[in-house]
């Protein structure tokens, strides 16, 4: 059975760094791009990133770029979000998730909640 | 950037109604798009992919069409359990857009 977990969502001030982590297990992390979506309280759903199969190549949404990082260790089955300069506006559930395309597949963590506040 | 115009932002409908969902991209997408349904405090489950071919599992009363960039999810007889947000996504270009959302109430 396929199942991605987040980790690493909580508090933290403006300004400050976190590291949000995706264990993936029930297929090979290494076989597939991999993306990370989020949701403030009572909004919509944004796409923020994603890494290809290898970690060589990344793609970040214009409110993120420059201040996130996304990368994979495919040895451990792990993709991670590394934020820094992190806004008020950054608050909001984090989900890793393998989105399908094309594919018949699709697969999303339960999601990890990320409260950037003083 | 593609923009992804969602409508309507929500509706009330009775179960077994037949509802429709419209995503307008603001450029040609192929059928670079999919339906997701978002119930409160869970992750979004895809219905559709491609534009309009079913995700294994799904009722067959959800059906997804296409006519130019005018994608339409089309659910045909409400049940209880669709009351939920849905959301389109394309997947054409970077970065991936979702529509707005259709929140779907009870009437």
């Known amino acids: 059975e396929v199942q991605l977990v987040e980790s690493g969502g909580g508090l933290v001030q403006p300004g400050g760094s976190l590291r949000l982590s995706c264990a993936a297990s029930?297929?090979?992390?290494?076989?597939?791009?991999m993306h990370w979506v989020r949701q403030a309280p009572g909004k919509g759903l944004v796409w923020v990133s994603r890494?290809?199969?290898?970690?060589?190549?990344?793609t970040y949404a214009d409110s993120v770029k420059g201040r996130f990082t996304i990368f994979r260790d495919n040895a451990k089955n792990t993709m991670y979000l590394q934020m820094n300069s992190l806004r008020a506006e950054d608050t909001a559930v984090y989900y890793c998730a393998r989105l399908g395309g094309h594919d018949p597949s699709d697969y999303w963590g339960q999601g990890t909640l990320v409260t950037v506040s003083s | 950037d593609i923009q992804m115009t969602q409508s309507p932002s929500s509706l009330s409908a009775s179960v077994g109604d037949r509802v429709t969902i419209t995503c307008r991209a603001s450029q040609g997408i192929r059928n670079d798009l999919g339906w997701y349904q978002q119930k409160p405090g869970k992750a979004p489950k895809r219905l559709i992919y491609?534009?309009?071919s079913l995700q294994s599992g799904v009722p067959s009363r959800f059906s997804g069409s296409i006519s130019g960039t005018e994608f339409t999810l089309t659910i045909s007889s409400l049940q209880p359990e669709d009351f939920a947000t849905y959301y389109c996504l394309q997947h054409n270009s970077y970065p991936w857009t979702f529509g707005q959302g259709t929140k779907v109430e009870i009437k």
């Open positions: 890494v290809d199969s290898d970690g060589s190549d990344t």
């Open positions: 491609a534009a309009s």
């Open positions: 029930g297929f090979t992390l290494s076989s597939y791009w």
